[in-house]
């Protein structure tokens, strides 16, 4: 729980988690659009379960 204002160093561990999925994604069997698709679902999917908590 958090007390006060919420600052962006709330936010670091999904920031650190969407980049460490990317750094996996780099250039494996997925072309560009494949690729920006993943990304946004999965940009999109992270946030909104850490903050179901």
Do not use: C, E
Request: hydrophobic share 45%; no cysteine; charged share 15%.
């Amino acid at each position: 729980m958090v007390h006060g204002r919420v600052t962006s160093a709330h936010f670091d561990y999904i920031i650190d988690k969407v980049l460490q999925r990317l750094a996996s994604w780099g250039g494996k069997l997925l072309n560009r659009a494949g690729r920006v698709t993943l990304v946004n679902s999965v940009v999109a999917i992270i946030p909104s379960y850490s903050m179901q908590f």
